[in-house]
T-cell receptor, first 117, second 109 residues
């Protein structure tokens, strides 16, 4: 099975621009989660999508948004970029079973490194 | 909200055991996880433990969970230079994981 893929791998933008990142989950996985990784704040949860609906959301401003398509592929968008948005953005996919005793193992992609100048 | 704490650095000699520690505040996680991140790479799930267990062994890896103290540890036996990486503990439910800041493990030959 192919792993989680993220495109693009590297991106350079300037302040005020917007950006769209893409994530293709492992075949059969219905849940996609997004995380932001920075040296100062570490790994922070952005949001999770399951069956085209946002199921969980972290504490990020409304400039950060996402969506999921019927084939489970997901995109996240950041509008009005700020210098502090420079980070590695990781996406993870899982089968998506929620709760109970079943582990919902998340498989991570390699990330998109966004640099805002 | 949930907080997960880890020491930032650990240095060991090749062949020794490494113990990476983690404390967490939220007891509602069904599973607790250990992830590994090598330079320039995403996260790789190393092992996990169900919250009702005290210990889990998986080849060179041993996870200990002290629920009373909310303390989780990862022991790597016979540490090799290839184990040099950043290790994250994480808790949470469903598709939302809360990560510690990571422990950078340096293995000296």
């Amino acid at each position: 099975k192919a792993g989680v893929t993220q495109t693009p791998r590297y991106l350079i933008k300037t302040r005020g621009q917007q950006v769209t990142l893409s994530c293709s989950p492992i075949s059969g996985h219905r849940s996609v989660s997004w995380y932001q990784q920075t040296p100062g704040q570490g790994l922070q949860f952005l949001f999770e999508y399951f069956s085209e609906t946002q199921r969980n959301k972290g504490n990020f401003p409304g400039r950060f948004s996402g969506r999921q398509f019927s084939n489970s592929r997901s995109e996240m968008n950041v509008s009005t970029l700020e210098l502090g948005d420079s980070a590695l953005y990781l996406c993870a996919s899982s089968i998506g079973t929620s709760g109970g005793a079943s582990i919902n193992e998340q498989f991570f992609g390699p990330g998109t490194r966004l640099t805002v100048l | 909200g949930e907080d997960v704490e880890q020491s930032p650095f650990l240095s060991v000699r090749e062949g020794d055991s490494s113990v990476i520690n983690c404390t967490y505040t939220d007891s509602s996680s069904t599973y607790l996880y250990w992830y590994k991140q090598e330079p320039g790479a995403g996260l790789q799930l190393l092992t996990y433990i169900f919250s009702n267990m005290d210990m889990k062994q998986d080849q060179r890896l041993t996870v200990l969970l002290n629920k009373k103290d909310k303390h989780l540890s990862l022991r790597i036996a016979d540490t090799q230079t290839g184990d040099s990486a950043i290790y994250f503990c994480a808790g949470g439910a469903g598709g939302k994981l809360i990560f510690g800041q990571g422990t950078e493990l340096s293995v000296k030959p």
